[in-house]
């Protein structure tokens, strides 16, 4: 069956710019995870959806960063006013049920000049 | 905060030997942990898992090992192939039900 997709798989943006990145998760799968990976590092949580609501965002950095998942099924991560700073690869991944083994996508290297 | 400490950092075997990788983490509550392998340009990929209330699980060349009291988790990976050199990663799910990931382990493996 389909994994977890994510798109586009790259973006390159301006500072002070907005920016979606979008992610499919797999079907029927009710838990997402949105998470950050700055280079040589382990993917940073972001925030965790359970259905359609966001269970805990508590990894958020800022107010700029905002995520939604109306239909409890496609996720997607939004940036406001991106700084350099927000490079990364931003990787969802998705679970069920929560807290189990979690499927990540291939992820989205976003490049802030 | 969580620490997950991952080491070595860099790892480089010889093709049939075995690889191992360390993690440390500093929650004793801590209850369920996932290993992962990510390729270059691609998502972290499920390995293998392992709960609390065990200390080995073995997979199809993986072994976890899991020693609660000092709070250490390994992977074992045998006759390592030159289709296993990727970066590795632990992870444990932490109390507040997010998963913590550590710094990761570059194995390379020589023919």
């Known amino acids: 069956g389909a994994g977890v997709s994510q798109t586009p798989s790259n973006k390159v943006t301006e500072k002070g710019k907005y920016v979606e990145l979008r992610c499919d998760p797999i079907s029927g799968h009710t838990a997402l995870y949105w998470y950050r990976q700055s280079l040589g590092q382990g993917p940073e949580f972001l925030i965790y959806f359970q259905g359609t609501g966001a269970a805990d965002d508590s990894g958020l950095p800022n107010d700029r960063f905002f995520a939604v998942r109306p239909e409890g099924s496609v996720s997607t991560l939004k940036i406001q006013r991106t700084e350099r700073g927000d490079s990364a690869v931003y990787l969802c991944?998705?679970?069920?049920?929560?807290?189990?083994?979690?499927?990540f996508g291939p992820g989205t290297r976003l490049l802030v000049l | 905060g969580e620490n997950v400490e991952q080491h070595p950092s860099t790892l480089s075997v010889q093709e049939g030997d075995n690889s191992i990788i360390n993690c440390a983490y500093s929650n004793s509550a801590s209850d369920y942990f996932i290993w992962y392998k990510q390729e270059s340009g691609k998502g972290p990929q499920f390995i293998i898992d392992?709960?609390?209330?065990?200390d080995k699980r073995q997979g199809q060349r993986v072994t976890v090992l899991l020693n609660k009291t000092v709070k250490h988790l390994s992977l074992q990976i045998a006759a390592t192939q030159p289709g296993d050199s990727a970066v590795y990663f632990c992870?444990?799910?932490?109390?507040?039900?997010?998963?913590?990931f550590g710094t990761g382990t570059s194995l390379t493996v020589i023919p």
């Open positions: 992870a444990e799910l932490n109390t507040g039900n997010q998963f913590y």
């Open positions: 991944a998705s679970s069920s049920p929560p807290f189990e083994t979690q499927y």
């Open positions: 392992i709960r609390s209330n065990m």
